[in-house]
């Protein structure tokens, strides 16, 4: 059960790019050339190609969060959010269920998981993503100690999951109204996690909806909780980590906890869309 850190700071971070980070570990990251891509649709391979990913590294190395702006068009945001009124299901097709947060202590709100075969744009965005990732994530489990072998294909890894009981999908579809909240949490499903996923957020703050911010706790050794405030708006995308991550202390490495959730939406309609790399049990 999620709990709520005691006496935190606030940290809201309205440009991330701008907070300083500590030492960074190089990290080999793929180029807009790169073969994983093939196959993609142009405008999201175009889209994934653009993003400053050695700004990224650094933001997730400094804070365990970077945002990605625009990832999504209006249009796209719309087409997503959309398909919430679809029926889950079996016979439906979309989804594969539907999860009540206040029936579970998860918070308030709900969210329905996609089924396989996953939509074109999320399919499309898991693809991509994966492989400009997962030498970060290598880097990090191998700081930690943790064996570092992810693989560079996506669907390698998916295929590790499924070997290992993982096959149901978890990319997600969240609708949060007036009052609905998310509980800090973790997303992971099953033994083997990949420790970054992505949040995109389909509607616009000060239309769509108010209050809704995504927060993030970050909880060192013999330290109280930092929360984090990232300010998104519609069509932008957060990286963050899942569970754990290495922060390069004066001894060496070290791990710290993360955990993230979404504060209390005062009015209107919220929707976000999950990308995480792993399946579940």
Request: with cysteine.
């Amino acid at each position: 059960m999620p709990t709520m850190p005691e006496q935190p700071s606030l940290d809201f971070i309205s440009d991330p790019e701008r907070v300083s980070s500590g030492p960074a570990w190089p990290v080999p990251l793929g180029g807009p050339d790169l073969e994983l891509a093939a196959g993609l649709a142009p405008d999201i391979a175009r889209a994934v190609a653009a993003i400053d990913w050695h700004r990224v590294q650094r933001d997730l190395d400094a804070q365990g969060a970077a945002t990605l702006a625009s990832l999504l068009s209006p249009s796209q945001c719309h087409q997503l959010a959309g398909l919430y009124a679809c029926d889950e299901g079996p016979a439906a097709g979309t989804f594969r269920s539907r999860v009540v947060m206040a029936r579970h202590g998860f918070g308030r709100g709900e969210y329905k998981y996609f089924s396989y075969p996953l939509p074109a744009l999320i399919a499309g965005l898991r693809d991509a993503l994966y492989p400009r990732l997962a030498p970060l994530a290598n880097r990090w489990f191998a700081a930690m100690g943790l064996p570092a072998d992810f693989p560079p294909r996506h669907a390698d890894f998916l295929g590790r999951c499924h070997a290992a009981g993982q096959k149901r999908p978890t990319p997600l579809l969240l609708q949060y109204g007036p009052d609905d909240y998310n509980c800090l949490h973790q997303d992971l499903y099953g033994d083997l996690v990949f420790p970054l996923q992505v949040v995109l957020l389909l509607s616009e703050p000060g239309r769509d909806f108010e209050g809704g911010e995504f927060v993030m706790t970050e909880q060192r050794p013999r330290m109280q909780s930092r929360p984090m405030v990232l300010a998104l708006r519609q069509g932008d995308a957060a990286v963050i980590a899942v569970n754990q991550r290495p922060v390069q202390g004066t001894r060496g490495a070290y791990r710290v906890t993360m955990r993230h959730g979404v504060s209390r939406v005062r009015s209107g309609l919220r929707h976000t869309a999950g990308i995480i790399f792993h399946d579940a049990n």
